[in-house]
């Protein structure tokens, strides 16, 4: 197990299309960063607070992580990875564990390089955080973790279920893509622009647990409930995927 | 003599690395041409050029007397077929309605050839079954029907018998010979097992670093392979007095060499080259096999 | 060519996919536009507005489904066959492209029957305006295909046909934000680039937008017609040049 956790890591950090994958992520950071700051400046005249540049990786994230994970995954199964791996000795819920690993891996390393872009871009060409604490950016930076490892993990829960298909390459990044739009209609009925929430009774309930609980809608928006709540979403969201995978993948006929 | 395909100094440049070098080659109408090579060596290049899937870097072609360079070497391909590494099939889709599809494109008015050719190549029973779920010797005979639609008078195949059993190789290769035979079809088969390829080829080109070799047809290539005695004399003139003399089949490959195409007697030799004052050096059994001419030809290194 | 689109509409007309999309393409359409799905801002819309509203499954439908039938020509490698026929790519470009423009009409005139099912009148107002949307989904087509036929990789593929459709609902999003501090002559020419995407198109007919986002039907349509025009020509530009391996 060991040795195939370690096989994958390494292929993953020497793969080209995580690296170019990486480079995107920090490139989207400064284009984003130093593109509002040239708006600001020149349109509105005005300083550029680090508070409305600092946390919009969370959108972006879903789309990257899921495309990430795509390129990294789906070879396993084109170029005949699982075989071997099959072949060598090793078993399928070794594979699956072992991908999702890598997977949960890719959320973490693309986090971390967005966050020290971030950092260093919002300390050269911003005014600074005006409303934030470092501690308040620190728990965002935090639970954005928490929410790319269990993204990263449920979208190759589903490259290792449907590997294999011409689906296993657009599902994902569809269901990605649906959220998103889900994301952005539960938080408009939660915290409508004007007047207050009108929802009652079992819609309000479940539109609150995924706010609160699903790494996909939470991760939208600043942290604002308790820590716990967040960890137990994007350690649901993992079990989750893992006994999904492990269940589905067992019984799958590998070409 | 009509060619189907010639050749002149095509080359072909990946970057740095050159594919085709000055390739001249002229495959003959109605023949079965056997196209031998080592991996790397230009063959699927080629092929690629002729199908039209590659443009040359320098150089040209005539396909069926077309140029390759000219709009109307579209209806030379519409006249051709052709398997180039893999079988191009479409996966989600039967064997029948693969060759429905390649029907379509080349406008035939009806699908009636379709179960004819399924018949052909041994998949008529492969029902509503998606070639994605066909074994490879599977794959490989529906993209031979693929390429035999529209009654092509040029099938290119790029190893037509990789991936099939030994009752399959058989059958394409008869197949191959009766297309030739009865109708006339040229056709162009790049393949490593030369031992399948001596039993239908009708003339034969080898390729090495993207030249051809030599090309020959399969008379001179059988005169090559024959078992021979090979003859070291201090002049091959007079030692052709006796072999004249005696009706016997020879080539003379230098001025002291000859191959001696007889079962000889060495005494009987001696005393009747010693009468025209031929000394003989050496003489020796000279049998070459296939595989043995194409090493000595290509060299047996670097199978990359 | 006709023959190789005949061939890609013999191929459509078969695909599950396709056919799957067409059903729910006009089950859809006639339950949303008849108001069995309940939402506070769906409900104060009429039947036509409804009707408008859900024409955006087919952009989302045609995101996923160009990649899945036309990048097979890569990965199964059937684009080989079309060539040795004496096809030219830019005639498989086309072919293609024509066959997708058959499927997204098709699939219109399902939506447009299911329309009508649920309960919208077929005056000239909505017919018109349907038609925009039909050369909006088909613009969006023309884009997607540069994307299908000039990339190889059916991985890249997919990714760049999904985030296309990010893109355009972002451009959106960020557009009416953006068309609101506009004025005069920089919101006009504001309202022309917003709706070079298909789905800003489709905001702006669902009436959400507001006004100054709709530069008028007759720009729409001008604006989706050059698109077509200008992504085929980029679509096929030296095309033929390329090399398969």
Same mark, same amino acid.
């Given at each position: 197990?060991?040795?195939?956790?370690? $096989?994958?890591?390494?292929? &993953? %950090?020497?793969?080209?299309?995580f690296k170019l994958c990486v480079l995107i992520n920090i490139g989207y950071e400064i284009f %984003? /960063?130093?593109?509002?700051?040239? /708006? /600001?400046?020149? =349109?509105? +005249?005005?300083?550029?607070? !680090?508070?409305?540049?600092? =946390?919009?990786?969370?959108? =972006?994230?879903?789309? &990257?992580?899921?495309?990430?994970? #795509? &390129?990294?995954?789906?070879?396993?199964?084109?170029d005949g990875g699982i075989r071997n791996k099959l072949i060598t000795g090793a078993t399928r819920p070794q594979i699956v564990l072992s991908s999702l690993f890598t997977g949960m891996l890719q959320g973490i390393i693309h986090t971390f390089f967005a966050c020290i872009t971030s950092v260093i871009l919002c300390s050269v060409l911003t005014s600074g955080y005006n409303t934030y604490n470092v501690r308040e950016i620190a728990d965002y930076w935090l639970v954005m973790t928490l929410a790319c490892m269990a993204i990263g993990v449920f979208s190759t829960a589903i490259i290792m279920m449907l590997g294999g298909r011409k689906s296993s390459y657009v599902v994902g990044l569809a269901i990605a893509f649906a959220l998103r739009i889900f994301t952005a209609y539960v938080l408009s009925k939660l915290y409508p622009e004007k007047g207050e929430c009108k929802l009652e009774g079992a819609r309000l309930i479940i539109y609150r647990f995924c706010e609160r609980y699903v790494p996909y809608l939470f991760m939208s928006m600043r942290p604002h409930w308790n820590f716990v709540s967040y960890v137990a979403g994007s350690v649901g969201l993992m079990c989750i995927s893992v006994l999904l995978a492990l269940a589905i993948f067992n019984k799958k006929e590998l070409v | 003599m009509d060619y189907v395909f010639k050749s002149y100094d095509l080359c072909k440049q990946y970057g740095s690395f050159s594919a085709l070098n000055n390739l001249n080659m002229e495959i003959p109408k109605g023949s079965i041409y056997g196209f031998v090579g080592k991996n790397g060596a230009g063959k699927t290049t080629l092929i690629r050029q002729i199908c039209g899937l590659q443009s040359p870097t320098s150089g040209s072609f005539e396909l069926m007397e077309y140029k390759n360079d000219s709009k109307d070497i579209v209806r030379a391909r519409r006249r051709m077929g052709a398997v180039v590494e893999t079988p191009a099939i479409f996966k989600d889709l039967s064997a029948r309605s693969n060759l429905i599809q390649q029907c379509l494109l080349l406008g035939l008015p009806d699908y009636s050839k379709v179960d004819g050719l399924l018949e052909l190549v041994g998949l008529a029973d492969t029902g509503k079954k998606k070639a994605r779920n066909f074994s490879l010797g599977m794959r490989q005979r529906l993209g031979i029907a693929i390429a035999l639609c529209g009654d092509p008078d040029f099938i290119i195949l790029d190893e037509p018998t990789n991936g099939l059993d030994p009752q399959g190789i058989i059958e394409i290769r008869e197949l191959i010979i009766k297309l030739n035979k009865e109708r006339g079809i040229t056709f162009l088969i790049s393949s490593h097992i030369l031992d399948e390829l001596s039993r239908m080829a009708t003339h034969y080109g080898f390729i090495d670093q993207g030249s051809i070799v030599r090309q020959m047809s399969s008379e001179e290539l059988q005169r090559e392979c024959c078992k021979s005695v090979?003859?070291?004399?201090?002049?091959?003139?007079?030692?052709?007095?006796? #072999?004249?003399?005696?009706?016997y089949d020879y080539k003379i490959l230098g001025p002291d060499t000859a191959d001696v195409y007889e079962e000889l007697v060495f005494s009987d030799m001696v005393k009747r080259c010693e009468k025209v004052g031929c000394s003989i050096i050496s003489m020796e059994e000279h049998d070459e096999s296939l595989e043995a001419f194409y090493l000595s030809l290509l060299g047996g290194s670097g199978n990359d | 060519?006709? $023959?190789?689109?005949?061939? $890609?509409?013999?191929?459509? =007309? +078969?695909?599950? #996919?396709?056919?799957?999309?067409?059903?729910? !393409?006009? !089950?859809?359409?006639?339950?949303f536009t008849a108001g069995m799905v309940h939402n506070p801002y769906i409900d104060r819309m009429g039947e036509e507005s409804r009707m408008i509203f859900i024409s955006a499954a087919m952009i989302a439908f045609f995101t996923i489904f160009i990649p899945i039938f036309t990048n097979p020509e890569y990965t199964d490698g059937s684009i080989r066959n079309k060539i040795v026929s004496g096809y030219s790519q830019k005639q498989v470009y086309m072919s293609y492209l024509l066959c997708h423009f058959t499927a997204a009409a098709v699939m219109w005139l399902f939506y447009m029957i299911g329309g009508i099912i649920g309960g919208a009148r077929p005056d000239g107002r909505i017919l018109v305006t349907n038609i925009i949307i039909l050369f909006a989904v088909l613009s969006y087509i023309s884009f997607l295909m540069i994307i299908a036929l000039r990339l190889k990789k059916m991985v890249i593929v997919a990714i760049l046909s999904i985030l296309t459709l990010n893109m355009s609902y972002s451009s959106v999003m960020f557009g009416n934000a953006i068309l609101t501090i506009m004025e005069d002559e920089s919101r006009k020419i504001g309202a022309v680039i917003y709706n070079i995407s298909s789905l800003g198109q489709w905001f702006a007919n669902t009436g959400f937008a507001d006004d100054f986002a709709n530069p008028g039907l007759h720009i729409q349509l001008m604006v989706s017609v050059a698109l077509i025009l200008f992504t085929t020509a980029i679509g096929t530009l030296a095309i033929n040049k390329r090399d398969l391996a």
């Open positions: 197990m060991i040795r195939l956790i370690y $096989n994958d890591t390494r292929r &993953l %950090l020497t793969s080209r299309y %984003l /960063v130093a593109g509002l700051k040239i /708006v /600001v400046t020149l =349109f509105l +005249h005005q300083s550029l607070s !680090a508070d409305e540049v600092a =946390f919009n990786y969370s959108e =972006f994230s879903i789309f &990257l992580i899921t495309a990430s994970t #795509l &390129l990294t995954t789906i070879s396993d199964f084109t | 090979r003859m070291r004399v201090n002049d091959t003139k007079l030692l052709s007095k006796v #072999l004249d003399e005696k009706r | 060519m006709i $023959n190789l689109y005949k061939a $890609n509409m013999s191929r459509l =007309f +078969h695909n599950i #996919l396709y056919i799957a999309g067409c059903v729910i !393409a006009i !089950a859809a359409t006639a339950a």
